[in-house]
Structure formats: structure tokens, C-alpha cells
């Protein structure tokens, strides 16, 4: 049984619009904040009280946040561009010059590796302790990454790709270091159709969905599970009026699958279980299986199914936002317009 408790609470700054935070499992938070008219600020918070800002910038212009614990280095960004900080410390140690245009996306991978992505159209991978480019590649014939964590020599970060070409529908799992196949797929497809593939992290598999059809007449979506030795068929969505069944995937886990598009429910697929569970509109999740619901105001266990609400009373009022979950899945951070709330969860 999932349930969650409000364990302390924190007045909110004076005249401050909370944008977000990544939360920790000592219970601080790396907050985002608008002070003022264009005046945005990046700044520790923890149930004792707020710290001095660390980064300012116009409103939120190219947020990136991206936190890594094992260099000790954070990378912050509000105007479109990249700075590095220490962790510990909070003191400037480089600006990242990542791309020829605005950085608007940031997130940290294995050992000390940082992955950016910009308006310039490509995503781009850095030693952060260095601060070195290690890999590039454009977004639009690579359109996912991956990072497997010790399965092949050298650790690579992956892409996927995905393309329709004389019938066949090609799919493959590529070395961004090398752009090499590591595996690669083909199934029979008609064109015109709507296709996407997504890597599952930290393993030598992928899942790709394809809708043959057009606007006037869309078939029924087939989700596919790819693997080094062959292709397994896991789902299939009818079609509707508005467009396909699904058109997206994303990986809320490694095992748990989120397929978008207009049928509903929203599906969540388990790749190791088999699993099919209804779920809420995608939002951040846990490895263990616990996601956070913005709609809902509450956390969802993919697990059980059980929803546990995060607001005193029958319903959540107005500007109650649910914002982080801490690396141990212990602790969940809330926002109202008047405070901070800290929620305790147990299972």
C-alpha cells in the first residue's frame, strides 16, 4: 500500500513564482525561482530556509539544470547557455559552450558524462570533468540516446534510428562514437507511415512503434520489442478519428513503458512482465516504479496501481504542483503559491 505524508513545510519567498527543483535525499532542493519582472534565479532550499541564488537570468529562457553527484559538478543555464558549478560549493568553475545556438536541455549520464541539447538541432555529449566534446550527433536521423552502462567495451552512448526505405521498416541501436550498427532490424512496412523508436536504458534493446497510413486513413499501431536476435510484437492500438492509436514511446523505467497518442487510456507496458496497466498523462519517475502525476496531484505506483494524493482534504487547490522526487524515492516536493511541502512516502 502506497501512502504519503506531509512531513514539514517551508513559507515561500516573498513575492517568489516557483519554476521547479531536483530534489536530494538529505531534503534539500536546487530550486528554480522568478524574484521579479525578467529576474530568474536558481537556489538551494532545504526545511530550514532558502539560500542565497547562485545563478541569475531572464525568465525562464534555456532552463537547463543537471546535477551530477559523482563529478560534484552541476551545470545551470537560464539565458541559453551552459555554466558549470561546483556542487559542494556552489562557485563558478566554466561556462559550456555547447552549441552554436541556445542550450535548452541538459541531463547528466554515467561516469561523469553530460548530455546537452540545443536549438542548432543536435544533442551532444561531454566529459564534464574535463569539459571536453566526446560525441555529437543531429537530432533528426538520431532521434534517441542511451547509455549502457558497461555492455560494450568502452561504455558508448547509443542512438536509435529509425527510417522507411523500399518496403521495409529499419530500425537500430548505433554507437554515437563510431555511427556503427550495433544491432539493427528490418520488418515489411508500406509507406506513408508514422514511426518512432526509443532506446531502453542501459541494455542492448529498443521498442519502436509504426502506423502505416495517412491523415485520411491511419491502420492500427504496432508496438515492437527489438532486440540483437529479432523483433517481438507487444501491443497493438486501433486507430481513431483524430490520428493513430500511438505515435510516441517513452521509458518512465526500464522495464516500464509509456505509450502516447490518442487512444485511451494511456498504456503503460512492463518489457519484463508483460504487464499492461492504465496510467496518467507521463510524468517523472522513479526506477522503482513510483510517478509523479502533475494532473493528479499525487504519486502512482506502476507497480500495484495504487495512487496516493498529495494534498491535505478532498481535493487539491489551486496552484498546488507536484515538483521532484529524491534518488531514493522517499520524498516528494510540493509547491502552493504560500509554501514548500515535504511528503514523506512509504510502500
Sequence with gaps: MLTAT????????????????????DGRALALARMAEHQTCYRWVSPEGWQEPIRWGRDFVGEVDAVDEV?????LGLDGDAEVFDLATGAPIARLNAHAKETYMAQTLPHGRLLTQGVDGYRRVWDLRTLTLLTEAHMRPYREWSAPVGLLPGDPVLVTRSYLREGRWG?????????KDVARQHLPSRAPACHSVVARPDSLEWVGV??????RSWRSARIWHFTQTGAKLIDVAPPARRGPGVVSLSFLTPDWLFTSGVRRPHIALNLRTGERRACPLEGPAHPSGLMLCRREIAVFDLN?????????????????????ISPDGTTVLVSTPEALEWWSLTR
Excluded: K, Q
Design 210 to 215: 509504426i502506423c502505416e497510413g495517412s491523415d
Design 171 to 179: 530500425t537500430a541501436l548505433v554507437n554515437a562514437h563510431t555511427f
Design 6 to 25: 506531509l512531513r514539514c513545510s517551508l513559507p515561500m519567498l516573498p513575492g517568489a513564482w516557483f519554476g521547479g527543483a531536483e530534489l536530494f535525499d
Design 71 to 75: 563529478t560534484g559538478r552541476m551545470v
Design 304 to 324: 500495484t496501481g495504487v495512487m496516493a494524493p498529495l494534498y491535505p482534504g478532498a481535493a487539491p487547490e489551486e496552484g498546488r504542483s507536484v515538483e521532484a
